[in-house]
C-alpha cells in the first residue's frame, strides 16, 4: 500500500537535495511497483535497482556502487530504510541512516522529517 505520511517528507527534501532510491527487488518488480503507483512520482535523481547492479543490500558493495552513481560524498547520503542490517552496513561505509519502521507510518515520518531538519 502507499504511504501518504512519507510523501510530504520527500517533497521537503527535493527541495533542496537530491533524492534517490536503493531497491532489493525481484526482476521487473519496480515496473509493477511504478504501475500500481506505490512509489512517489518525484524526481529521483539516482535510482538503483538490484536486480541491474547484481549487488543487494546489505551487502556493502551496492552502497559504495550507490555512493559512486550518486557523485555525493558519502558522509553527505542520509539512508533511510526499515531494514536494520540494511541500515547497520550503510552506517558501517559512513552514510547517515534512519531506521523508519513501516508499522507506524505517520510516527516514523514525523520523526524522519525531525531527523532530517536536525541535518541541515
Known amino acids: 500500500d ?3 505520511y512519507i510523501l510530504p517528507v520527500l517533497e521537503e527534501v527535493e527541495k533542496t537535495n537530491k533524492i534517490g532510491l536503493l531497491t532489493n527487488q525481484y526482476v521487473d518488480m519496480f515496473k509493477e511497483v511504478q504501475k500500481r503507483n506505490l512509489i512517489p512520482s518525484l524526481n ?3 535510482i538503483v535497482d538490484s536486480t541491474k547492479v547484481l549487488l ?3 551487502d556493502p558493495a551496492i552502497f559504495e ?4 552513481k550518486s557523485r555525493v560524498n558519502k558522509n553527505e547520503i542520509l539512508f533511510v530504510d526499515n ?3 540494511h541500515i547497520d552496513s550503510a552506517k558501517n561505509i559512513g552514510w547517515k541512516t534512519f531506521l ?3 508499522l ?3 510516527k516514523s ?3 524522519l522529517l525531525a531527523f532530517y531538519r536536525s541535518l541541515r
Open 2 to 4: 502507499p504511504n501518504p
Open 44 to 46: 529521483w535523481s539516482v
Open 56 to 58: 543487494q543490500k546489505p
Open 65 to 68: 556502487y550507490a555512493t559512486k
Open 83 to 85: 531494514g536494520k542490517k
Open 100 to 102: 523508519y519502521d513501516p
Open 104 to 106: 507506524t507510518p505517520k
Open 109 to 111: 515520518s514525523k520523526e
